[in-house]
Nanobody
C-alpha cells in the first residue's frame, strides 16, 4: 500500500501562484510514477500532470502546459506541483496519485490521496 497526503492548497487571486506538496509513505514510493488529478465542481476528475519514478519523464494536460510544473524529491518521498498564472478555471480539488508507470497515471492510478482544495478568485 501507498499512502498519499496532499498539502498546500488554499485561496489565491487570479494570476497568483501556489505550490502543492504530496508526501508519500508505504511501499518504496521512489519506484512509483506520481502525478496529480483535479476535480472541479460538477465536473469529472481530470488528469493534470505526471512524473516518472526517476523524474526524467514528465507530462501534463494541455490546459496547464507552460503554467504548472511537476517535480519530485525521492529523498523526501515528496512530489510537488508548482502552479503559476492561476486562473479561476483552475479551481478544483487536487488529488495526488501514484502508479507503476507514467502511462498508468494518465489512465488508472493505483493510489489516491484525499485531496486539497485550490480556489482561484477572479
Amino acid at each position: 500500500q501507498v499512502q498519499l497526503v496532499e498539502s498546500g492548497g488554499g485561496l489565491v487571486q487570479a494570476g497568483g501562484s501556489l505550490r502543492l506538496s504530496c508526501a508519500a509513505s508505504g511501499r518504496t514510493v521512489s519506484n512509483y510514477a506520481m502525478g496529480w488529478f483535479r476535480q472541479a465542481p460538477g465536473k469529472e476528475r481530470e488528469f493534470v500532470a505526471t512524473i516518472s519514478w526517476s523524474g526524467s519523464n514528465t507530462d501534463s494536460a494541455d490546459s496547464v502546459k507552460g503554467r504548472f510544473t511537476i517535480s519530485r524529491d525521492n529523498a523526501k518521498n515528496t512530489v510537488y506541483l508548482q502552479m503559476n498564472s492561476l486562473k479561476p478555471e483552475d479551481t478544483a480539488v487536487y488529488y495526488c496519485v501514484a502508479g507503476p508507470t507514467v502511462w498508468s497515471i494518465t489512465t488508472t492510478p493505483s493510489y489516491w490521496g484525499q485531496g486539497t482544495q485550490v480556489t482561484v478568485s477572479s
